[in-house]
């Protein structure tokens, strides 16, 4: 249910629309009700928050447990100008998914600004998600969301949406989550040791969504982020080849293109994690 007497309202960030719940089956599942219901209405991007989800969604149709403490939220992002630069294709898709990481990697390490001279860092394993020595803080399910025939996607009116869950393990009590989930995860109280206010986080993680919303491509200067970052690095992985051949090669980190780039034999091969 909604929030008593709230209704949607804007944030403090131009543009953004913010919808917050006590309790609700899944914000991606809402957004994409909301999609359904009023999709020509949607001509600003949104941020669905819950308290609780009942039936949050995780990758590859997995549940994501959300009990109460957590950042549960559900980016609903119209994908035209000024929006969103660029069309919803090549190299804007093929990069999305670490640059959407890389957001969520620099609220993170913004949040964790606190606790100063400590050795725990935020890594980021690809492409999204984001652990704290070795256990995972943070879960991203990006969707699109394309609706209508050719003729009405030919207008001008906004016909795909980009849908952006991210879940973050704040405050959340670990004995509150299934024992196989608890035993690989962490919270951002755990490790501050005291709990981190979820309104600041909030709105940091907007920031950085919408920030990278505006790019199409992975800098220099982002690719040796997400490399220094890197969750993993070094270890052995297996990558589908340009070729079509699968090699396995130390982890070194991405390109241009967020293609996994591996060593093999001294020489930098990319590809697809197999």
């Known amino acids: 249910m909604q929030s008593p007497g709230e209704q949607p309202v804007r944030s403090s960030l131009p543009g953004l629309v913010v919808e917050h719940f006590d309790e609700m089956d899944s914000t991606s599942l809402h957004a994409r009700r909301l999609i359904e219901t009023g999709a020509a209405a949607i001509t600003s991007p949104r941020l669905i928050v819950a308290e609780i989800q009942s039936a949050g969604r995780?990758?590859?149709?997995?549940?994501?447990?959300?009990?109460?403490?957590?950042?549960?939220?559900?980016?609903?992002?119209?994908?035209?100008?000024?929006?969103?630069?660029?069309?919803l294709s090549g190299r804007t898709v093929a990069t999305l998914g670490v640059r959407l990481g890389l957001a969520c990697l620099r609220t993170i390490k913004d949040a964790l600004d606190p606790v100063a001279g400590r050795p725990t860092t935020a890594m980021l394993k690809l492409?999204?998600?984001?652990?704290?020595?070795?256990?995972?803080?943070?879960?991203?399910?990006?969707e699109i969301v394309?609706?209508?025939s050719a003729a009405q996607q030919a207008q001008d009116r906004p016909t795909s949406f980009l849908l952006v869950g991210v879940g973050?393990?704040?405050?959340?009590?670990?004995?509150?989550?299934p024992p196989e989930i608890a035993q690989s995860a962490v919270s951002l109280r755990d490790v501050l040791g005291q709990d981190v206010d979820r309104l600041s986080l909030r709105r940091l993680l907007a920031c950085e969504i919408l920030s990278v919303l505006s790019t199409q491509a992975l800098s220099q200067e982002?690719?040796?982020?997400?490399?220094?970052?890197?969750?993993?690095?070094?270890?052995?992985?297996r990558v589908m080849s340009s070729d079509g051949e699968p090699v396995t090669g130390s982890l070194k980190g991405v390109d241009e293109q967020a293609k996994v780039v591996v060593n093999v034999g001294g020489r930098l091969v990319s590809g697809v994690l197999a």
């Open 146 to 148: 394309t609706i209508g």
């Open 58 to 87: 995780g990758q590859r149709g997995r549940t994501w447990a959300s009990p109460t403490g957590g950042l549960w939220c559900t980016f609903l992002i119209p994908w035209t100008e000024p929006l969103c630069k660029g069309e």
């Open 127 to 142: 492409p999204n998600d984001i652990y704290i020595d070795s256990r995972k803080l943070l879960g991203i399910l990006t």
């Open 222 to 237: 982002e690719l040796a982020e997400v490399a220094a970052s890197l969750y993993a690095k070094g270890a052995a992985v």
């Open 168 to 177: 973050v393990n704040a405050n959340v009590d670990l004995s509150r989550l």
